[in-house]
């Protein structure tokens, strides 16, 4: 089932009521709330999933957004669970577990995480810098990223043994909710976890709840960046998939429409079961036409 994240309008839009309607708009009758959606959004949304009009494919912690937080500043992870910091990876355990208990509420098979970065202050933006003066491919450019990797890789050290905790945790209870976890490969060079992290987790939490998120447009960035070898985290953990966030990505600009950037389908593809959940996650810059191609554009290729 292809469903369409909140995002789309969340950030424009303070009724979850609305949103739903937009969404209902598009002929699409499933949708992914993200962590911009407040507890009176998350109100006005339950009459309609309670009614059958629409259903809720999966979560994306941290939800609901704490009313301390401006809707500005909402992201996935403003408690990290690899924090070396107890209280603070306790504190993003409670958040977790929270959002778990909106999954169950809503019906939700999967719950989508972010889990946290290193400090790197100014990395990405070198990577940028290179990929717009044409050098992410020449021996400079290589011998910077290798540097950039080098030290991410160093620095994620203590913060894998704080997930392993946090997942720990989040693994038991999944499992007792009948609700996967799925780690998102994300975009910077600085988030957590890497290639080899993703490795790690897998192999400590094989057969679990705890799975694999694909998002499309983070990948096809890393790879744009000469961070990763193009599909490299399909190949090795697309047996674990549980769903993908599909969006445009133009060489490092992502969340357009699908379809209208550089993003590969046909390797994901191939590992799409029919329960994998398959959620659209552009922005509102993508407009209601453009939307509406993308969704065209993903029957065509098989992929909703």
Request: hydrophobic fraction near 40%; glycine fraction near 12%; charged fraction near 25%.
């Amino acid at each position: 089932m292809l469903g369409i994240s909140s995002a789309w309008r969340s950030e424009i839009l303070d009724s979850g009521g609305q949103i739903v309607e937009e969404i209902l708009s598009l002929g699409v009758r499933a949708m992914e709330l993200e962590y911009r959606m407040t507890r009176p959004m998350l109100r006005e949304i339950e009459p309609f999933v309670k009614g059958g009009q629409i259903s809720v494919t999966s979560l994306h912690n941290i939800l609901p957004l704490p009313g301390w937080i401006p809707k500005r500043m909402a992201n996935g992870e403003f408690v990290s669970l690899s924090s070396p910091d107890e209280k603070e990876r306790k504190s993003a355990l409670r958040y977790a577990l929270g959002t778990m208990n909106w999954a169950e509420k809503f019906g939700a098979r999967a719950i989508v995480l972010h889990m946290g970065k290193v400090s790197m202050g100014g990395a990405m933006e070198l990577l940028i810098d290179l990929y717009d003066e044409g050098k992410t491919e020449s021996e400079e450019g290589r011998d910077l990223i290798a540097g950039l990797v080098a030290t991410r890789s160093r620095l994620g050290k203590p913060l894998l043994e704080a997930a392993l905790k946090s997942l720990g945790v989040l693994a038991k209870e999944g499992e007792k909710g009948g609700i996967f976890w799925g780690i998102e490969n994300r975009y910077k060079i600085q988030d957590f976890p890497n290639f080899e992290e993703f490795k790690a987790i897998f192999r400590e939490f094989s057969g679990s709840s705890i799975r694999y998120w694909h998002d499309m447009g983070h990948a096809t960035t890393q790879e744009n960046l000469g961070l990763l070898p193009r599909g490299i985290l399909l190949d090795h953990f697309g047996e674990i998939l549980v769903g993908a966030h599909l969006h445009g990505c133009r060489g490092y600009e992502d969340h357009y429409a699908p379809g209208t950037g550089e993003e590969d389908y046909s390797l994901l593809k191939k590992y799409l079961k029919p329960e994998t959940i398959r959620v659209v996650e552009t922005h509102h810059r993508a407009t209601r036409e453009e939307l509406l191609r993308g969704l065209s554009f993903l029957k065509d290729r098989g992929i909703a």
